[in-house]
Nanobody, 114 residues
Framework: QVRLVQSGGGLALPGGSLTLNCAAS????????MYWARQAPGKKLEWVSG????????HYVDSVKGRFTVSRDNPENMLYLQMDNVRPEDTALYYC???????WGQGTQVTVSS
């Protein structure tokens, strides 16, 4: 059974930090590019970042460049998103995604507010 189980996130003050975690199981995690996506209320889905099996980053959306860092631990089947210097506009529901196989995590709410 394929599972992408997310943890982390929550509430942060502007300028603060949050970490998102995604634990993968049931498929060959180390073989696939993984992504983080987000969707804010009333807005379309945005692909925040991706990371290839070898750890190379595919992209960061312009609005998070220099603030977010994607990483992975293949032996542990873990995907991470380190979010630093967060802004109110980062408020969204964040998803861990394997796009080829169309696997999605359950979503984690991130709220940035003073």
């Amino acid at each position: 059974q394929v599972r992408l189980v997310q943890s982390g996130g929550g509430l942060a003050l502007p300028g603060g930090s949050l970490t998102l975690n995604c634990a993968a199981s049931g498929f060959s995690f180390r073989s696939y590019t993984m992504y983080w996506a987000r969707q804010a209320p009333g807005k379309k889905l945005e692909w925040v970042s991706g990371i290839r099996p070898d750890g190379q980053v595919t992209h960061y959306v312009d609005s998070v460049k220099g603030r977010f860092t994607v990483s992975r631990d293949n032996p542990e089947n873990m995907l991470y998103l380190q979010m630093d210097n967060v802004r109110p506009e980062d408020t969204a529901l964040y998803y861990c995604v394997q796009r080829t196989l169309d696997y999605w995590g359950q979503g984690t709410q991130v709220t940035v507010s003073s």
